[in-house]
């Protein structure tokens, strides 16, 4: 089973990622994230650091999902394993669409065409929706700020989280991230023990 955690910067998603290893140690999960599981991940970072051009800032973006999927993800997932990513593919559209929309008269297509037909969707997404200036505030002492870390670009990013939710309702679940952490974990992990639950896991 593929269980994402997805919300903007801020929204306490690492953090919940951290703890659910934790609460979820005696399913022994396969906790890992996007970008950043693999090399090119390193790669990534660097071009939102240098703020590289928003198209090969995203075609980065995609083989990283790619090498991800192929050194992490699908071999867990043929073992049987869970899987709790740190963000996946509804990153890459509700935060490259928002970078592309100078670029590209199409973004969201242009992003569907370059995943169709070999991505791998999650079972279950975790979004963590969150007022943006309450977001901010919770970053603002990050020694170097991405450039999406701004109002009215994580604005639109959630709206574009929401979207997808509207859309795929079967596999997005909505969590109030101005919850309490510790509430916010118990239900996600209850969530996650109620999904797994009759499924043989190592």
């Known amino acids: 089973m593929l269980i994402t955690l997805e919300g903007i910067d801020g929204c306490g998603k690492s953090s ?3 703890a659910l290893a934790v609460s979820l140690s005696d399913l022994f999960p396969v906790m890992t994230r996007e970008p950043g599981a693999t090399w090119i991940g390193d790669q990534v970072r660097r071009a939102i ?3 590289a051009d928003p198209i090969a800032e995203a075609l980065l973006f995609v083989a990283d999902h790619a090498a991800h999927l192929r050194e992490v993800v699908r071999p867990a997932l043929s073992e049987g394993r869970l899987v709790i990513s ?14 592309l929309s100078g670029c590209l008269s199409d973004p969201a297509g242009w992003l569907y065409s370059v995943h169709n ?6 079972d279950l997404t975790f979004l963590l929706v969150l007022s943006v200036d309450t977001a901010l505030g919770r970053t603002k ?9 701004k109002a009215d670009v994580l604005a639109r990013v959630q709206e574009n989280y929401l979207s997808r939710a509207r859309a795929e309702p079967w596999r997005f679940v909505i969590v109030d991230g101005a919850l309490a952490p510790e509430v ?3 239900f996600v992990t209850a969530e996650i023990r109620k999904r797994v639950l ?5």
Do not use: C, M
Not at 117 to 122: A, E
Not at 198 to 202: E, R, S, V
């Open 16 to 18: 919940l990622h951290e």
């Open 49 to 51: 650091a240098e703020q």
């Open 86 to 99: 740190d963000r996946y593919i509804d990153s890459r559209f509700a935060y490259q669409e928002v970078s």
């Open 117 to 122: 037909g070999w991505t791998v969707i999650p």
């Open 141 to 149: 002492n990050r020694i170097s700020a991405e450039h999406f870390e």
């Open 184 to 186: 916010i974990l118990n």
């Open 198 to 202: 009759g499924k043989k896991l190592p």
